[in-house]
């Protein structure tokens, strides 16, 4: 895809999920059915693939700096917004962990 990276923003202290009231909190990090669906869409050689990514990151970089440097944001929700100027063409909210949006979705907002 050609996506231009300065289109794309990441809300790294959470002022815009404070303002667009993203769920946060030790409450939101539970969601068994998200856990379900997540491993239903994964097979045992995509999980592996990805716990390895993890570590080799970890192992590269270090460990605290896979997580925000304010530990309390790693209980943030985030959501998707695409937008076309001032026009928003996808909003996806997560609840909870794992709530993503759809790839399908997003791709589809993107043409």
Known sequence: ???DPSLCFGDEDGRMG???ALEKGFKTMW???????MMSR???DSLKA??????????NIG?????????????RQGGTFVFR????????????VGDNCEIDSILQALK
């Open 1 to 3: 895809m050609d996506i």
């Open 18 to 20: 404070d303002a667009l």
């Open 31 to 37: 969601n068994p059915p998200a856990v379900d669906k």
């Open 42 to 44: 994964n097979d045992e």
């Open 50 to 59: 990805l716990g390895e990514a993890y570590k080799n990151a970890a192992d």
């Open 63 to 75: 460990i605290q700096n896979l997580a925000p440097p304010n530990i309390k944001d790693t209980l």
């Open 85 to 96: 100027g001032e026009t928003n063409v996808l909003e996806h909210f997560d609840g909870k």
